[in-house]
């Protein structure tokens, strides 16, 4: 159903073209979660729901993976007005 903008956000993925928001950083080191852990769950995860953000008009995306270590993660993530991916936050499941 998203198969051209989880293209879209692999491409960032592989190509360095990403930021972390400090929300997210936080929420990875309180679930032990690397950037590595990050990677895998987009370049191997699918999106699982989109929603428009109603002040900006943008959309998010929720995108569910495993990590390295195997447990599942879920992160939300945007493509912004600049052209770069941007992960929102992050969570274990």
């Known amino acids: 159903m998203f198969e051209r903008i989880i293209k879209t956000i692999r491409e960032k993925i592989r190509t ?5 928001t400090l ?14 852990d990050i990677e895998r769950c987009i370049l191997n995860g699918k999106i699982t729901e989109r ?3 109603k002040e900006t008009g943008e959309w ?7 990590s390295i270590q195997g447990y599942q993660v879920g ?7 600049t052209g770069k991916l941007v992960i929102i936050t992050v ?3």
């Open 75 to 81: 992160m939300i993530t945007k493509i912004s007005i």
């Open 16 to 20: 360095n073209q990403y930021v972390i």
């Open 51 to 53: 929603n428009k953000e």
């Open 23 to 36: 929300h997210a950083d936080e929420e990875m080191d309180n679930d032990d979660l690397s950037i590595f």
């Open 91 to 93: 969570y274990k499941l």
């Open 60 to 66: 998010k995306y929720t995108v569910i993976g495993h």
